[in-house]
């Protein structure tokens, strides 16, 4: 099993572009959850999923947009993006609200 | 914000046990206390996690005092591979929760030949 997979590893946008990060998960978990990590800090919860078809707002929800159109895929937009989000993405899945949350290798973007 | 209070970095002999202390004083009684590390800005990883038993797996134990206000993750023979940011989180753990995890800045051990 991969586990969870993030796509792309890298990427630098210019402020204003948009972009849109995948998270895939072949565990069958019904949760899923974005967070970003800056310098030094630890994770936030940018937004979360408890099932296909649903999503919900985290602590930093500003500024993206998400879809969980697939039980096993959580995408995470960038409608315009801006330097404060230069920051790495965490993706993570797990079977319930309680379970361990298993983690993929992070997104390092760069808004310039 | 966190609801735990860490030592912002420790240092371990190679072999040696490594004992991570964590203060979480306003613990509530249906909230327990979870373990992950992060290894070199990768994602971060299960450890282990308890409510007020002790508890051990694979990869490190866990006390809980009685009071539940603190707790020390303990590995039993750090090896170099260990070297990572311990954080320890407090967490409701009942179904239904949206399961976030709140993470503080954690504790960077550093595990030394």
């Keep these: 099993n991969a586990g969870v997979t993030q ?28 967070y970003r990590q800056d310098p030094g800090m630890g994770l936030r919860l940018i937004h979360y999923s408890v099932g296909e078809g649903t999503t919900a707002k985290g602590e930093v929800p500003d500024g993206y947009n998400v879809s969980r159109l697939k039980k096993q ?16 993405y965490f993706c993570a899945s797990s079977q319930t609200g309680y379970n361990e949350q298993f983690f993929g290798p992070g997104t390092r973007l760069t808004v310039l | 914000d966190a609801k735990t209070t860490q030592p912002t970095s420790m240092d371990c002999a190679e072999g040696r ?28 990883q299960y450890i282990i996690h308890g409510l007020k038993n002790n508890e051990t797996n ?56």
């Design chain 1, 7 to 34: 796509t792309p590893k890298f990427r630098v946008l210019k402020t204003g572009q948009s972009m849109t990060l995948l998270c895939a998960q072949d565990m069958n978990h019904e949760y899923m959850y974005w």
């Design chain 1, 73 to 88: 895929n959580f995408l995470l937009g960038l409608e315009s993006a801006a330097p404060s989000q230069t920051s790495v």
């Design chain 2, 17 to 44: 046990a490594a004992n991570l202390p964590c203060n979480h004083s306003t613990i509530s009684g249906n909230e327990y206390v979870y373990w992950y590390r992060q290894i070199h800005s990768q994602g971060p």
């Design chain 2, 58 to 113: 694979e990869m490190a134990s866990l006390i809980i005092t009685e009071d539940r206000k603190s707790s020390t993750l303990i590995l039993p023979h750090a090896t170099l591979r260990d070297t990572a940011v311990y954080y320890c989180i407090v967490r409701v753990y009942y179904g239904g929760s949206q399961g976030n995890l709140i993470f503080g800045k954690g504790t960077k051990l550093s595990v030394k030949p």
